[in-house]
């Protein structure tokens, strides 16, 4: 299993708020920063949020990130059809020396 | 702009090596870190390996501990994944990914296509 946990699924109908969730231990989330990647199918992932919070220019400020202790979540509001795809959360882990991913929540726009 | 271009993947038998590579541009290369994620098609995101930016420290994941080898070549803005002793579970999209300067952090801010590897007789 991953060393951070994120649930398989999420869905919500356009213009909804959802938030996908994201907790780890005090070796990675707790003492690292929080790093968010969305993944289209068929392409490679795409950095959505650094740093807990950040969004590199050009990702919609729809999409936000939050970090408390050792769990983290990123919220997309005012969802659309094209928000559609794989999330995954990451954070480099002191103990294994390397960063670690969530095993990625698969969003569905009812 | 960022650019990270893999190459080198293919079908194997079990026991045998391949060589990935990746060629970046857009930016310093010799500056930023960079590391080797790899994805079991329909399955999460792995990281495999990384290499500072001026090459001398290496981390890897365990299970490819003493058989692949992450290396780059500033001369050639190029990055390197030496994989020996392949397994079927090795069988993955290899993608090439910019880290960060500095530290080290889970930030991949640019990645690759993805070159895809099957271990299989």
């Known amino acids: 299993q991953s060393a951070l946990t994120q649930p398989p699924s999420a869905s919500g109908t356009p213009g909804q708020s959802v938030t996908i969730s994201c907790s780890g231990s005090s070796s990675n989330i707790g003492g690292n920063y929080l790093y968010w990647y969305q993944q289209f199918p068929g392409t490679a992932p795409k950095l959505l949020i650094y740093?807990?919070?950040q969004r590199p220019s050009g990702v919609p400020d729809r999409f936000s990130g939050s970090k408390s202790d050792t769990s983290a979540s990123l919220a997309i509001s005012g969802l659309r059809s094209e928000d559609e795809a794989d999330y995954y959360c990451?954070?480099?882990?002191?103990?294994?020396?390397?960063?670690?991913f969530g095993g990625g929540t698969k969003l569905t726009v009812l | 702009q960022v650019q990270l271009v893999e190459s080198g993947g293919g079908v194997v038998q079990p026991g045998t090596s391949l060589r990935l590579s990746c060629v970046a541009s857009?930016?310093?290369?010799?500056?930023?870190?960079m590391h080797w994620v790899r994805q079991v098609p329909g399955k999460g995101l792995e990281w495999v390996a990384l290499v500072s930016g001026d090459g001398t420290i290496k981390y890897y994941t365990e299970s490819v501990k003493g058989r692949f080898t992450i290396s780059r070549d500033e001369s050639r803005n190029t990055l390197y994944l030496q994989m020996n002793s392949l397994r079927p579970e090795d069988t993955a999209f290899y993608y090439c990914?910019?880290?960060?300067?500095?530290?080290?952090?889970?930030?991949?801010?640019?990645w690759g296509q993805g070159t895809l590897v099957t271990v299989s007789s």
């Open positions: 990914a910019k880290g960060r300067s500095g530290s080290y952090a889970a930030l991949f801010e640019y």
């Open positions: 740093r807990n919070n």
């Open positions: 857009g930016f310093t290369f010799s500056s930023f870190s």
């Open positions: 990451a954070a480099w882990d002191d103990s294994l020396s390397g960063p670690v």
